[in-house]
């Protein structure tokens, strides 16, 4: 379903074993060190959602390859079984979403992992922190959320509330990579019960272009 050009919803993308299989590798990533995180911001203020990255560490606002703001460790690798997962996605979300060189070329090397409890929401934002044109891939674990998807000019409206899924899958390529985007709210209790998480996961998948 594309929902802006270059941003394609692909509703229970994640089939059979996929999600408890996602779902046990974050628990595994969130532990000690360069586990999960809360993110504090340059003006004082704290995320609501607590964090993990894999492959480069994000900070507000930047890339590293150790925990900068948080226990200075090495951030952990990003493993190639969730690039292949990606590039797949890509591939089923046809051609609005990449460009010359195809879902193939495309070198993915982050992995973001957001952690919602209940209450935790995502201020509207662009992600310009990467140095690749490549489109990010989003997988959703858990509890429903709202996902607030405006435009590349401006934080406010226009904007297009989706809802975002366990098993879900979103890739935003061409130009709806710089689109503004937040989550206003999840859905608490909303989750598959035999997954077996409370509260919701998104694990975003990217291209630094860094070296
Ligand atoms: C559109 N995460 O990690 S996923 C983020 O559900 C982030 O945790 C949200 O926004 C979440 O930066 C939304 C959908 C998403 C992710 C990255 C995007 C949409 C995007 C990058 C560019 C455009
Ligand atoms: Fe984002």
């Known amino acids: 379903v594309e929902v802006m050009p270059g941003a394609v919803h692909l509703p229970g993308w994640l089939r059979d074993g996929r999600p408890a299989e996602l779902l046990a590798a974050c628990r595994a990533w969130a532990l000690p060190p360069a586990g999960l995180r809360t993110v504090r911001t340059p003006g004082g203020g704290q995320m609501s959602v607590r964090q993990l990255s894999l492959g480069w560490h994000w900070y507000p606002y930047g890339y590293a390859r150790t925990v900068v703001d948080g226990d200075g460790t090495p951030v952990k690798p990003f493993p190639a079984w969730l690039g292949d997962w990606a590039?797949?996605?890509?591939?089923?979300?046809?051609?609005?979403?990449?460009?010359?060189?195809?879902?193939?070329?495309?070198?993915f090397d982050i992995a973001l992992v957001n952690f919602y409890g209940t209450g935790a929401r995502m201020g509207m934002h662009r992600d310009s922190d990467e140095r690749s044109p490549a489109?990010?891939?989003?997988?959703?674990?858990?509890?429903?959320?709202?996902?607030?998807?405006?435009?590349?000019?401006?934080?406010?409206?226009?904007?297009?509330?989706?809802?975002?899924?366990?098993?879900?899958?979103?890739?935003?390529?061409g130009p709806s990579r710089l689109a503004y985007h937040g989550v206003p709210r999840t859905r608490p209790g909303s989750g598959p019960a035999g997954l077996g998480l409370r509260g919701r996961l998104n694990v975003t998948v990217r291209a630094a272009g860094l070296d």
């Open 87 to 107: 590039r797949q996605a890509v591939a089923d979300a046809g051609p609005s979403v990449t460009d010359a060189g195809g879902p193939s070329a495309i070198p």
């Open 135 to 173: 489109p990010v891939v989003s997988f959703s674990l858990g509890d429903t959320c709202v996902f607030r998807f405006g435009t590349p000019r401006s934080r406010g409206r226009p904007w297009q509330d989706v809802e975002l899924r366990s098993g879900d899958a979103f890739v935003f390529g």
